[in-house]
T-cell receptor, first 115, second 112 residues
Framework: DGGITQSPKYLFRKEGQNVTLSCEQNLNHDAMYWYRQDPGQGLRLIYYSQIVNDFQKGDIAEGYSVSREKKESFPLTVTSAQKNPTAFYLC??????????????FGPGTRLTVL | SQQGEEDPQALSIQEGENATMNCSYKTSINNLQWYRQNSGRGLVHLILIRSNEREKHSGRLRVTLDTSKKSSSLLITASRAADTASYFCATAPPTGANNLFFGTGTRLTVIP
C-alpha cells in the first residue's frame, strides 16, 4: 500500500520545547516538501528536498529545521525559535522525472497546538 | 508574490448544480494544478493543465487556462454533497525551483 504517512496526527507542545514531526513515503519519490497551513489559508512552503542529504529553505523556514538522511524520510523539527507554531503541517512528495514539478502527493497532516 | 488567488473565497450551491471556481496568478507558469482538501485532511491532486493547453476534462471536472489573462477556472458539473471541500490552485514556475505555489482556496459547500 503506497503513500505518505505523517505522525502524529495531533501534537501538543509547551512553549520553549522542540518537537519533531515525522513524514515517511514509500512512493520512491525523490523530492519531499513541508508546508504550513493556517486556518482559512493556503499552503506556505517551509522546506523542500530534492535529494538525500540536501534541502532548501522555502518561504517561511525561520524557526524550523529538517534532515534528509534517507530517501523515504523527511522529518521536520519545530524549534522554540518559531514564535507562532500552532498550525496544520502537511508533508508532500513528488518525482523529479519531470521538471518543473508535476503532481505532489500529500500526507494526512499533523495538527500542532502550542499550550 | 507568486501565489495564486482563488475566487470566490466561499461558494454554496444546491446538489446537482454546477460549481465554478477561478484562479488568478501573477507570473509565467509551466503548468497549473487543482487540488482538493477535505476538512482536516491532506490535499488530493485533481487535474493538471500545462501552459500550452487551453482546456482539460476529467470526469465531472473541466479546467480551462488562459495564459494571456493569467487565469484558470475549475468547473464541477452535477455537484454532489461529497464534493464539499476546499479547492486550491497551484502554479509551477517555468524553470528553476521544483516547487508549487498554492492559492488561498475556495471553500465549496454542496447542500443536499
Amino acid at each position: 500500500d503506497g503513500g505518505i504517512t505523517q505522525s502524529p496526527k495531533y501534537l501538543f507542545r509547551k512553549e520553549g520545547q522542540n518537537v519533531t514531526l515525522s513524514c515517511e513515503q514509500n512512493l520512491n519519490h525523490d523530492a519531499m516538501y513541508w508546508y504550513r497551513q493556517d486556518p482559512g489559508q493556503g499552503l506556505r512552503l517551509i522546506y523542500y528536498s530534492q535529494i538525500v542529504n540536501d534541502f532548501q529553505k522555502g518561504d517561511i523556514a525561520e524557526g524550523y529545521s529538517v534532515s534528509r538522511e534517507k530517501k523515504e524520510s523527511f522529518p521536520l523539527t519545530v524549534t522554540s525559535a518559531q514564535k507562532n507554531p500552532t498550525a496544520f503541517y502537511l508533508c508532500a512528495s513528488s518525482t523529479l522525472a519531470a521538471m518543473p514539478t508535476d503532481t505532489q502527493y500529500f500526507g494526512p497532516g499533523t495538527r500542532l497546538t502550542v499550550l | 508574490s507568486q501565489q495564486g488567488e482563488e475566487d470566490p473565497q466561499a461558494l454554496s450551491i444546491q446538489e446537482g448544480e454546477n460549481a465554478t471556481m477561478n484562479c488568478s496568478y501573477k507570473t509565467s507558469i509551466n503548468n497549473l494544478q487543482w487540488y482538493r482538501q477535505n476538512s482536516g485532511r491532506g490535499l488530493v491532486h485533481l487535474i493538471l493543465i500545462r501552459s500550452n493547453e487551453r482546456e482539460k476534462h476529467s470526469g465531472r471536472l473541466r479546467v480551462t487556462l488562459d495564459t494571456s489573462k493569467k487565469s484558470s477556472s475549475l468547473l464541477i458539473t452535477a455537484s454532489r454533497a461529497a464534493d464539499t471541500a476546499s479547492y486550491f490552485c497551484a502554479t509551477a514556475p517555468p524553470t528553476g525551483a521544483n516547487n508549487l505555489f498554492f492559492g488561498t482556496g475556495t471553500r465549496l459547500t454542496v447542500i443536499p
